[in-house]
C-alpha cells in the first residue's frame, strides 16, 4: 500500500483513501456479483419453455409443472423415480433418486431442480411439493397454458 | 378479557413512545428543556407496557382463547402448552409484537442505566428510538393487530405448522428478535450522535456493549437456527442460503463490522463516520430482512403474511427510517470530523481491512438475495444458491481469514510486519502441517480444502495474543477476542470438514438387512408405528455399529401431523466424538423395502460448537467491559462524593 506516506498524510487525506479503498473493494464486489449472478442463477422453466429453448446441460435450473396421472415408476433399486412433467403443451421426462415430499403425488403440481440431460431427460436433485393440499385445484387435470402457469407460480 | 388488556397496554404503549419522540424533540430546543425529565420515565414504561402486551398474548394462547382470531388461526387445544406458549411468536402478528416489546424493552434499558453520554445525546437516542417503534406501533395496530377478536367463536383451531412444534425452534425466533430488535439501540445512538454532533470515543464506549449484546444474541440465533434446519428438515444440509437465513446473516454481518469498527472508535477516536454510518446499516439489515421475510415476496417457511398490504406498510416504514437515517447522515457526515491518523501496517489497518471484507460479503448476500425480485420485476424466474453464494463470499472471506489471524499482533497506530513475522511462524507451521494432511487424504475440492488449511491456521494464530501476557491479569476482553477468533477456526473446520469428507447412501432395505456409510454398518430392525399427543408416525428401529463395534439403537421417524395435515420427517442423529451419523426414513417402496437415507458427516457438530464459542467469546467481553464501566462508576461516585463532603 501507501507505506511511508500515511501517517505524512493529512487528516483529510487519509480519509479519502480510506474511502478509495473501501469504495473500489465495494464496487469490485458488485461487480463480480453481478457477473456471478447471471452465470450462477438457476432459472425457472415450465416443459414448453424448457423444449422449446434448451439450457446448457450442465447448468441448474429448475423444471415446474405438473406430475402427468400414470407417468410415475419406480426403478428396482427403491429409491430412484421416473416421471413425466407437462403443462399441457409438452411433456419432460424427469428422474429422481430421493426421498419424494409427501405431498408429490400423480396430477399435483411440482417443482424439480435440476439440470436438464443430453438426452431430453430432467435429472433432479431435490423435489419441492407444495405443503397444502388444498393449494392443488381439481380443474388442474385439463388446464390451459394460463392454469399451468398460475399452478406453476403457487408451486414454486 | 385479557386480550382487551392486551390491546389498551399497546395502544397506551404507543401513546408514550409519541410522547418520548415529541418531549425528546423538544427537549433539545431551547424553550422545551423543561421537558427533558419526562424523556426517560415514558420510556421505561412504554417498554414495560409493551411487555405487558405481551405477556397478554401469551396468555391467550396458553389457555387456549379460541375467541381471539389469532388463537383460532394458529394454536389448538390438543398442544402441548410449551408448543401453545410459543404459538403466541409464531405467526405473524405475534412476532410482530415481540418484535415491539423487544424494542420497548431495550429503549426502557438505555433510558434506565446508559449514564455514560451527555444528556443531549440520550435525548435524542431516546427520541429516535422511539420514532422507529412508533412506526412499529402503528404497522400493529392498523394492519396486523394480534388481539383482534372473532365471532363467533370456532369450536376449535387450526393448529400451528408441524415443523414449527419443536423446543429448539420454540426459542429461536425469540434469540433472534433480541439480536435484530437490539440493533435497533445503535440505529439510535447513531441518530442521537449525529443530531448532536457527539461522535467521538465516549460515543463508542457506549454504544459498545449494546451492540456486543445484540450480536451475541444473533451469533446464538443464527448458530440455533442452522441447526434446526440441519436435523428438523431432514436434508442433511446445514446451511441453505435461504432468504430467511441470510435475513439473519446479514445483519450479523453488519454487526461484526460495526462491534469492530467501534473498537477502533473508542480505543483510538478513528473511524468515526465509518462507524455512526454501520450503526445505521446494521438495524436497516434487521428491517430489510423483516421486510423480505414478512411482506411474503418470498416463499418459504417462516413467510407468515402473504399480504401485499403489509408489505406495503413495511416497504414504507423501510423508506422512512432508512432514508430519513441516511439523509442525517448524508447532511451531518461532512460535519464530522476525520479521526486520528493510522499507517496502513498497524491495527486499525487491519480492521479496516476487516470492515470492508465484512461489507463486501454483505453486498454479496444482499444482492444475491434480492437478485430474483428485480429479475421477477423484469420478468424472469430464478433463484439463486449456493453456487454462487459459496464461492462469491469466499473470495472476501478469505482474505479477511488471514487478516484476522496478523490483525490482532499488530499494535495500534503503527507497526511492521517485520516484527510480527517471528510470531507468525507457528501458524505458517500449521497451515503448512493442514496441507499435507489434506493432500494425504486425498480428493478435496478448492473451497473446502482452503478451509481446512486456513481453519488450522487460524486456531493457532487465534491464541498467539495471550503469549507474552500474564494470564491472570490478561483482560477478559482479550479473553473474548481470542476465543471468538478460535470459535471462528473451529466453526470452519466443521464445515469444511462436512463438505469434504460427508459420505451419502440412499438405499431401499427389507427388515434385517444391513446397510454400510462410511465406517458404520446399519442393520434395519423394524418399522412400525407409534403416536404422539398430536401426530402419529411410523418408526425405524436401526441398529449402528462403529467400525463393527458395540451397537447402539437409532430411531428416525415419518411423521404425519393431523392439525394442520402434513407430514414431517424426524431424522435421528448418533454423535461420535468424531461426527455425526444421521438417518431418515422414507416412504415403503415396492415389494416390503423401506427407503432410507444416510449420512456419515465427519467433525459436523464442530460448526455449531464453533458458532457457540463464538457466542461466549462475546460474552466474556461484555461481561468485562460492564465489570470496568462499573467500577470507573463507582470511582466517579467517590469522588464526586468526597468533593460535596469537602466542600461542606
Known sequence: MAGSGTMGLKPKHQRLVLLAIALVVLIGA????????????????????IVAER???????????MVEKGSLRTEADGVTIAFVVGDGKARVPVRFSGIVPSLFVEGSGVVAEGKLGADGTFLADNLLAKHDEKYVPREMQNMTDEQARQVVAQTR | MIAEFGLAALWLAAALAALQLIAGALALTPRGAALAGVVRPVAVVQGLLALAAFGALILVFAETDLSVKLVAMNSHSMKPLIFKIAGAWGNHEGSMLLWVTVMGMAGGFVALVEKRLPEPTMLATLAGQAFVSLGFYAFLLIASNPFERLSPAPPEGNGLNPLLQDLGLAFHPPTLYLGYVGLSVAFSFAIGALVTRQVGPAFARAMRPWVLAAWIFLTV???????????????????????VENASLMPWLAATALLHSCGVLAARNAL????????????????????????GILTSVHAFAVDP???SFILALLAINIGGALTLFGLRAATVTEGERFRPVS????????????????????????YPLLAEAMGAKVSVGPPYFNPMSAIFFVPMLVVLAVGPLLRWRRDTF????????????????????????????????????????????SVLPLRDRNLRRTPLPVWGMVLAHFGIAVALFGMASESAFSVEKLVAVRTGETTRVGPWAIRLMAVEPVAGPNWTALEAQMLARYQDGRGTELRPQSRSFWTPPQQTSESALLTRWNGQLYAVLGGEATDGRWQLRLWWKPFVPMIWLGGLLIALGGVLALAGRTASDIRRLVARDKIAYRRTRQGR
Open chain 1, 30 to 49: 458488485a461487480l463480480l456479483a453481478i457477473w456471478a449472478l447471471r452465470n450462477q442463477a438457476s432459472y425457472f422453466y415450465v416443459p414448453s419453455e
Open chain 1, 55 to 65: 439450457p446448457a446441460p450442465d447448468r441448474a435450473v429448475r423444471l415446474g409443472g
Open chain 2, 221 to 243: 440465533g443464527i448458530t440455533a437456527g442452522s441447526y434446526w434446519a440441519y436435523y428438523e428438515l431432514g436434508w442433511g444440509g446445514w446451511w441453505f442460503w435461504d432468504p
Open chain 2, 272 to 295: 468515526r463516520a465509518w462507524t455512526v454510518m454501520l450503526g445505521v446499516v446494521a438495524f436497516s439489515m434487521s428491517m430489510i430482512g423483516t421486510f423480505l421475510v414478512r411482506s
Open chain 2, 309 to 311: 398490504e403489509r408489505g
Open chain 2, 347 to 370: 491495527r486499525e489497518g487491519a480492521l479496516v481491512l476487516n470492515n470492508v471484507m465484512l461489507s463486501a460479503i454483505l453486498g454479496i448476500v444482499l444482492f444475491g438475495t434480492l
Open chain 2, 418 to 461: 517485520a516484527r510480527v513475522r517471528k510470531r507468525l511462524a507457528l501458524p505458517l507451521l500449521a497451515v503448512l502441517a493442514g496441507i499435507a494432511i489434506v493432500l494425504a487424504i486425498g480428493d478435496v475440492a478448492v473451497l473446502p480444502f482452503l478451509g481446512l488449511v486456513l481453519a488450522a491456521g487460524l486456531a493457532v494464530a
